[in-house]
């Protein structure tokens, strides 16, 4: 049974910071890298950052230095630091692995607006 559960996601203004957690099920987490994904409205999904096991980190341009990626292997868990949010940061972000499963979670809505 897959399982991917995103928490952490809320209403921030310009500038402030979030920390997502994904929890997933064993057999996902520990064979996989993990990525952070998101989808803002009316725009395709895309990739923003991802681990890999031993925890080298990849970010997308739009986010390198303001997101931070990490993982916890004892608790299947992984997670992504966000700071400096801006408003282009707005998007359901969810956790898979990379490349993606077919099955996703519901995601966690991060909105940053004034």
């Known amino acids: 049974q897959v399982r991917l559960e995103e928490s952490g996601g809320g209403l921030v203004q310009p500038g402030e910071s979030l920390r997502l957690s994904c929890a997933a099920s064993?057999?996902?987490?520990?064979?996989?890298?993990m990525g952070w994904y998101r989808q803002a409205p009316g725009k395709q999904r895309e990739l923003v950052a991802r681990?890999?096991?031993?925890?080298?980190?990849r970010y997308a341009e739009s986010v390198k230095g303001r997101f931070t990626i990490s993982r916890d292997n004892a608790k299947n868990t992984v997670y992504l630091q966000m700071s400096s949010l801006k408003a282009e940061d707005t998007a359901v972000y969810h956790c898979?692995?990379?490349?993606?499963?077919?099955?996703w979670g519901q995601g966690t809505q991060v909105t940053v607006s004034s």
């Open positions: 681990i890999t096991r031993a925890g080298s980190t």
């Open positions: 064993g057999s996902v987490f520990s064979t996989n890298a």
């Open positions: 898979n692995t990379d490349p993606p499963l077919t099955k």
